[in-house]
């Protein structure tokens, strides 16, 4: 034995009194450290449970194993690390008996930096879907200044290896919630991370992993050729000759945009993808690249693939066909694109004024022979994506609550899909020939959605008049955050925004707000998309358009809030840990 206490240690008592009383809590710097004699041992570990902090000094320990009396938790004493993945493992502390009297050293005998140790727990979170350790991993990952692109790369990664149907929901969640992250504060960057995350982890829980398919040897394969054998592969649902063509693209160093091209022709060679979601998917598996790199293109562009083969194809849908053959009106204007684009070219095209307000008519030819007038006069995929978007922003702006509340999703899936197509209009918007052709394809199956969702704008719900330009904006955000507890606020949550910005309120500010209001809720799938696809539509606009934008972000979230908000519950339980809070009152 040691003749003089090491270094920073803390006396505990006399060992005799420890080895009668069996356990002791001492406090040293305000930390709670439990102290245990154990078969002629003794043993120091913190004496919060690293699970929920309830306080291990009223646990119990047999055979080495400290177990923690709330969620049976289980420790190794001698080291701190848990038998339960779901718990953590507990810092541990080296002791020393002195002269009979029992020291502890305040530094962890097991302790890491922060953001390792949080990293790993991420995976085992993600690995068990455990809610509880993905919001502490976050929040750990944050709070030791690592970038959110870190948990973001880690997240993407492991959903497009644990789910053998490829990109989903989850994947979706988790980048729309990385493309709100500059509108958030600090702490509700956490909570839409770890909202994403969570989705993710629970998309792939139970499901088998995928397994790679490879490139061809041949990397010298033209571009056209392999366009076409995408194309054909897609055309015939062979999903495993769709990943070879996909992947020969990306490993023969096509550039983003090329093989974003490349994806969007195949995606628009039927119509109206999956209800929309096709297109959301592949645009959104370009921004999870721009937002991690796209040197991991390989990884996670071919899990797209599925969504591709397996799609339904909107023009087998009797909504399609009848009463109006709206398939067959469409192939009579795409045999003719290149004629249109030709006409056009060289002209500089201009929205002009009422050109959204057609696109929103009655009449399918009228909306139809629009574009194409638009096209021959020099419009391009971009602009016209653009006008696109503004309509079918406007069907959920003026959505009528007497509808079902699932149609909600109805005009959400057409606003959703129109902003992936401007997005990936604007992505490959300096590529030619068969992308060009392939954008203004999915421009068109955009109008003809909007042109299908009329009936869910009768009547129309109004935009919000003006609102009194000197009314307390502070008052009516904390209004609008209101009508998010109670149901029934839709016509007030869109009136409450929009008076927000005519009072002068900050676009960033409310921006804010409606994030908090997302980030907080157990939202659905087609939630996180509405907001996010609202907020990139109101980023490219200004006055009455941007308005509108939020208005429609507005009313969908009211729409379907209030949750029982349990992951706000367990975000809230790891955010107390994390700061060192007694949750329990006793320790």
């Not at 502890?104 to 990293?119: F, K, M, T, Y």
């Not at 870190?150 to 994947?171: H, I, K, M, T």
């Not at 149901?487 to 707000?513: M, N, P, S």
């Not at 509108?548 to 367990?570: D, G, I, N, S």
């Amino acid at each position: 034995m040691s003749t003089s206490p090491p270094p920073h240690a803390h006396e505990v008592g006399p060992l005799d009194e420890l080895r009668d009383e069996g356990r002791r809590v001492v406090r040293v710097d305000g930390r709670a450290i439990l102290v245990v004699h154990h078969e002629d041992e003794v043993r120091a570990v913190d004496n919060r449970c690293p699970h929920m902090g309830f306080p291990l000094a009223r646990g119990t320990v047999d055979d080495g194993v400290l177990t923690c009396h709330w969620h049976h938790a289980r420790f190794a004493l001698s080291c701190g690390d848990t038998f339960d993945p779901w718990a953590d493992d507990v810092p541990s502390y080296p002791t020393e008996v002195v002269d009979g009297v029992v020291y502890v050293d305040p530094n962890p005998s097991n302790d890491r930096p922060p953001a390792e140790r949080w990293a790993e727990r991420l995976d085992d979170g993600l690995e068990r879907s455990l809610r509880l350790v993905v919001a502490k991993s976050v929040i750990g990952l944050l709070d030791a200044d690592v970038a959110p692109t870190s948990p973001l790369e880690a997240g993407v990664r492991f959903g497009v290896r644990y789910r053998a149907d490829g990109w989903g929901p989850g994947l979706t969640i988790l980048t729309a919630m990385a493309n709100v992250l500059p509108d958030l504060v600090v702490e509700d960057r956490k909570r839409a991370l770890y909202q994403g995350l969570v989705e993710v982890a629970d998309d792939c829980a139970g499901e088998p992993p995928r397994f790679d398919q490879d490139p061809f040897d041949d990397r010298d394969v033209s571009r056209d050729r392999l366009a076409d054998w995408l194309r054909d592969t897609v055309e015939v649902r062979d999903a495993d000759g769709a990943e070879r063509c996909l992947r020969t693209a990306i490993a023969a160093g096509y550039v983003p945009e090329e093989v974003a091209g490349l994806l969007l022709v195949a995606a628009t060679d039927h119509r109206y993808l999956d209800g929309g979601h096709t297109m959301d998917f592949v645009n959104k598996a370009c921004e999870a690249l721009d937002h991690v790199g796209w040197d991991h293109a390989d990884e996670v562009l071919p899990a797209l693939v599925t969504s591709l083969t397996d799609a339904t194809r909107s023009e087998e849908l009797s909504s399609w066909r009848q009463p109006v053959d709206l398939a067959a009106r469409l192939d009579e204007t795409f045999d003719r694109l290149d004629h249109l684009a030709d006409e056009g070219r060289g002209s500089a095209w201009a929205e002009p004024d009422g050109f959204v307000e057609t696109l929103l008519e009655d009449d399918p030819d009228r909306v139809v022979e629009t574009l194409e007038d638009a096209i021959a006069a020099g419009a391009t995929p971009r602009q016209l994506a653009r006008s696109v978007a503004m309509a079918a922003a406007t069907r959920v702006a003026q959505f009528s609550t007497a509808n079902e509340f699932s149609d909600w999703n109805t005009v959400h899936h057409t606003f959703t899909y129109a902003n992936a197509v401007h997005a990936l209009a604007r992505r490959v918007s300096d590529v030619d020939g068969a992308v060009s052709r392939a954008a203004y394809r999915a421009v068109f199956d955009g109008a003809v959605n909007v042109y299908l969702d009329r009936f869910l704008n009768s009547p129309p719900a109004r935009i919000p008049d003006r609102g009194d330009e000197n009314a307390d904006v502070d008052a009516l955000l904390d209004a609008l955050d209101d009508t998010m507890d109670r149901e029934g606020g839709v016509d007030e949550a869109g009136r409450l925004a929009a008076h927000a910005l005519d009072a002068g309120g900050d676009v960033a500010t409310l921006k804010q707000r409606l994030g908090a209001a997302l980030v907080r809720e157990d939202a659905g799938f087609h939630t996180f998309q509405a907001l996010e696809a609202g907020f990139a539509q109101a980023d490219r606009r200004e006055g009455d358009e941007r308005r509108v934008c939020l208005v429609a972000v507005a009313r969908y979230l009211a729409a379907h809030a209030p949750t029982r908000r349990e992951r706000e519950q367990t975000f809230t339980i790891a955010s107390r840990l994390h700061r060192g809070e007694t949750i329990h009152g006793e320790e």
